[in-house]
């Protein structure tokens, strides 16, 4: 049986989302540091309305959450999306910085990690996004480890995204997520996905077929009381992929031109991911922009199956 819980007092939930999570009807978690961080606008807030119209399609209630003016928003309005895509003083608010910008009420793009609290504290279980935060390439120099990670550990969302692409170390990452407990499950393949890629040279941790073995996978893990989340990596479709042999050069660019510039912590991935979209004349973003929509079927369908079981 699913258990529902009220949504912690200091979010303020659209009227829909509030509703549907009171009927027990499926609603789905996003993300926006991926809309003020990850992607040029304008594409970055067509690609947020479309997740969400997606999800709508699918009867599914979509809750895009970011900080306004302090407060956590759980779901928002076209002009809440425009104004995430598009303004230069959104931070990005990963969980340490969660606090600092809701006493400062302060407007805050929320990464994986954030996302998932605030969608937790709302009773949402299932969360869309595109790509994981992990261990970074050079971590054990600079300790660069995505709060995602930790995140996962201790809170019950299931996240999907289309793996850890390449900028991270790959391998590391999944060491990492093994030593937290938490579950990757790798739909429909045997290979744990890269982000732009299908294949990673890592063998899936679990491989599952579908959002009905995801869902009961789910309900057992916190039936049982084990804390924390669960890692749901879908490939990307095979004609959107950019195949790793063409990929990996270009990330090494990146991160060569990253290392120049001395830019790190914070803002390593979104630099990445943009100089990424420019050294591939925006191929990247098309992929980026894929494998977010097909996360959101996939997501669409866990959390009906979740919500029925
Ligand atoms: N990967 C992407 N796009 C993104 C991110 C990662 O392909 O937008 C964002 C997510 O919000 C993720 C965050 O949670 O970057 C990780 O940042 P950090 O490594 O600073 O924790
Ligand atoms: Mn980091």
């Known amino acids: 049986m699913t258990t529902r819980t009220a949504p912690h007092p200091a979010l303020t939930l659209t009227p829909e989302v509030e509703q549907a999570l009171r009927d027990g009807r499926p609603v789905v978690a996003l993300e926006?540091?991926?809309?003020?961080?990850?992607?040029?606008?304008?594409?970055?807030?067509?690609?947020?309305?479309?997740?969400?119209?997606?999800?709508?399609?699918?009867?599914?209630?979509?809750?895009?959450?970011?900080?306004?003016?302090?407060?956590?928003r759980i779901g928002l309005e076209p002009d809440d999306l425009e104004l995430l895509a598009s303004a230069p003083d959104v931070a990005k608010?990963?969980?340490?910085?969660?606090?600092?910008?809701?006493?400062?009420?302060?407007?805050?793009?929320?990464?994986?990690?954030?996302?998932?609290?605030?969608?937790?504290?709302?009773?949402?279980?299932v969360f869309v996004t595109g790509g994981l935060g992990g261990v970074?390439?050079?971590?054990?120099?600079?300790?660069?480890v995505s709060a995602d990670l930790t995140?996962?550990?201790?809170?019950?969302?299931?996240?999907?995204?289309?793996?850890?692409?390449?900028?991270?170390?790959?391998?590391?990452?999944?060491?990492?997520?093994?030593?937290?407990?938490?579950?990757?499950?790798?739909?429909?393949?045997?290979?744990?996905?890269?982000?732009?890629?299908?294949?990673?040279g890592f063998e899936a941790p679990l491989r599952v077929d579908g959002a009905e073995e995801i869902a009961a996978i789910m309900h057992a893990k916190w039936d049982l009381g084990i804390a924390g989340g669960i890692a749901v990596a879908n490939p990307i479709a095979a004609q959107d992929e950019i195949p790793s042999e063409r990929i990996s050069g270009i990330i090494d660019q990146a991160l060569a031109d990253?290392?120049?510039?001395?830019?790190?912590?914070?803002?390593?991935?979104?630099?990445?991911?943009?100089?990424?979209?420019e050294i591939t004349g925006g191929e990247s973003l098309t992929a980026n922009i894929a494998l977010v929509k097909q996360n959101a079927v996939l997501g669409a369908q866990i959390a009906t199956a979740y919500t029925a079981g």
């Open 258 to 277: 990253m290392n120049k510039r001395g830019i790190h912590g914070k803002d390593a991935t979104p630099y990445l991911l943009g100089r990424i979209v």
């Open 32 to 72: 926006s540091t991926i809309i003020s961080h990850g992607m040029p606008y304008p594409q970055n807030v067509a690609m947020a309305t479309e997740v969400e119209q997606i999800l709508r399609s699918h009867d599914v209630v979509p809750a895009t959450i970011a900080v306004l003016h302090g407060k956590p």
């Open 93 to 125: 608010v990963s969980i340490r910085d969660l606090p600092y910008v809701v006493a400062r009420e302060q407007h805050g793009a929320t990464t994986v990690a954030a996302t998932m609290r605030l969608a937790a504290l709302a009773g949402i279980r």
């Open 151 to 200: 995140e996962l550990s201790t809170t019950e969302v299931a996240v999907i995204s289309a793996g850890v692409k390449s900028i991270l170390d790959i391998g590391l990452t999944l060491e990492k997520l093994e030593t937290l407990g938490v579950p990757v499950l790798c739909n429909g393949t045997d290979e744990f996905p890269a982000f732009y890629s299908r294949q990673s």
């Open 136 to 144: 970074h390439r050079g971590a054990p120099q600079s300790f660069d």
